[in-house]
Nanobody, 115 residues
């Protein structure tokens, strides 16, 4: 059974930093991603890391956020720097089962950027 446990959200002032973690278990995964959903808006893709470590970012976070993974721990991270109020959202990790089209979602973690 696949389980995803997210952590690391919270309240931070503009310009601050947070690091999100998503620990996955139950199988092995290929692509690992982060999405976010602001109140009243659709869920948007933020970043992706492949099995080999290649990374891809939405233009809105490029240069400020860094996605990474620890394959030994089956964990994906999102380092968020220079945070802006518009980064406020619930952040979700999404993982793709290796060799499959099945994907799984974390429970979400709230990130609030406010002074």
């Amino acid at each position: 059974q696949v389980q995803l446990v997210e952590s690391g959200g919270g309240l931070v002032q503009p310009g601050g930093s947070l690091r999100l973690s998503c620990a996955a278990s139950g199988t092995i995964f290929s692509f690992m991603r982060w999405y976010r959903q602001a109140p009243g808006k659709q869920r948007d893709w933020v970043a992706t890391v492949s099995t080999g470590g290649s990374t891809y970012y939405a233009d809105s976070v490029k240069g400020r956020f860094t996605i990474s993974r620890d394959n030994a721990k089956n964990t994906v991270y999102l380092q968020m720097n220079s945070l802006k109020p518009e980064d406020t959202a619930v952040y979700f990790c999404n993982v793709l089962k290796y060799g499959s089209s099945e994907d799984y979602w974390g429970q979400g973690t709230q990130v609030t950027v406010s002074s």
